[in-house]
């Protein structure tokens, strides 16, 4: 992003600006790859840089969704870790991922304490660690060949600043939760999980059996519960396999979660499959249906993409899907304004049309003040 910032100021030729696709001025489509570089070499951001922008405009954004949950009222987001291990194996690769190729890495713990103490320390927030499965890098896990989690322990244990102080929120599978919840629970505020599903038939098909069934969920969340964790949620509804009667249990078993563990989650967030460029489900997608080569492009209509899926793949359609969800925003969003404070996401991808026009039409609006 800094380099297409560069190059759209003049200061950078286009050329040199990685992971970018246009059209050259004989119309050709350019595809510049993205190299992976290695996150210990990285600058971290300085946020102290852009303080008067976070009060204007994000801290607002915190408060409206989070600030009851949090000590610290303001949250920032820092690339501690990349990729998954379960990633690194195509055979293990969940079937919604498009991580291919990104895993998996970690900055250097003695280099990142003194970013996280400013973070913390001076500017007052909380720091999203933007990994994918960073609950999955301590060394109880992969025979012991990383020990990212228990550094950090370690460095944040040493620092007078962050010693005692619970700031970050990190994704993590539930087995990776149940191997580092302990271990990270004197710097790590909130787990953010994708538990997906809770039916093991349509787990085993997404996610290979990474994520098993609900006594396995219970677990984790009743040890999350202990240690005082805050609860980020999310799942699919819609998988391959589904019925409708798989829909109503899922309704069902998302309700009880939210009711049982009321008081540490922040947040729910259930959606329809969003079929994602680079993921196994677009990948399937492209390669046996007509259509989805047909669409394939610099901007695919996601609503249609998630639609085509849900009628291809399960007994019900996007409508059952979308009524399903709906059923559980109004029962989480209940339960939020009771007192817990528990917001409700509804979809990260596989939105409605008009909403994908307003997206265009004001990207496009952008571009042609450029
Ligand atoms: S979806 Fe998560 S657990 Fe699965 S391969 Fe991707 S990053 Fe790893």
Request: aromatic share 8%.
């Amino acid at each position: 992003m800094m380099g297409l910032l560069y190059a759209l100021q003049g200061q950078l030729d286009l050329t040199r600006v990685p992971s970018l696709a246009y059209r050259d001025h004989a119309g050709q489509v350019v595809n510049q790859s993205a190299p992976s570089y290695p996150l210990d070499r990285r600058l971290l951001p300085d946020y102290r840089l852009i303080e008067d922008q976070l009060t204007t405009h994000y801290d607002k954004a915190f408060a409206v969704w989070y600030a009851q949950h949090y000590e610290l009222k303001r949250m920032v987001t820092m690339p501690l870790d990349g990729g998954c291990t379960w990633g690194s194996r195509a055979s293990r690769r969940c079937r919604h991922c498009s991580i291919q190729g990104l895993t998996p890495k970690t900055t250097d713990p003695h280099a990142v304490v003194p970013v996280l103490e400013t973070v913390v320390g001076r500017l007052g927030a909380n720091v999203y660690a933007a990994g994918d499965s960073t609950c999955g890098f301590s060394r109880a896990q992969w025979s012991g060949e990383i020990s990212y989690l228990d550094d950090l322990a370690e460095a944040c244990a040493a620092s007078p600043v962050l010693r005692g102080r619970r700031f970050m929120l990190a994704y993590g599978l539930v087995y990776e939760f149940l191997q580092s919840a302990e271990l990270c629970k004197d710097f790590i505020r909130t787990w953010n999980v994708g538990l997906e599903a809770f039916d093991p038939k349509l787990l085993r098909g997404d996610s290979k059996g990474i994520n098993k069934g609900p006594e396995r969920v219970t677990e984790a969340l009743d040890l999350a519960q202990r240690l005082d964790y805050r609860l980020y949620i999310s799942g699919i509804m819609g998988l391959p396999g589904t019925t409708l009667q798989t829909l109503r249990t899922e309704v069902d078993h998302w309700l009880a979660l939210a009711e049982t563990y009321r008081d540490c989650i922040t947040t729910v967030s259930v959606s329809s499959p969003g079929v994602i460029p680079g993921s196994r489900m677009y990948y399937d997608s492209y390669r046996t249906d007509p259509m989805v080569r047909a669409v394939h492009g610099e901007i695919i209509p996601a609503r249609r993409l998630t639609e085509r899926y849900v009628r291809r793949n399960t007994e019900v359609e996007l409508a059952d899907v979308e009524a399903a969800i709906a059923e559980v925003g109004r029962g989480v969003i209940t339960l939020g304004k009771q007192g817990s404070h528990m917001k409700f996401g509804g979809y990260m991808l596989g939105g409605k049309d008009h909403e994908e026009e307003r997206e265009r039409h004001l990207l496009g609006t952008i571009c042609a003040e450029l």
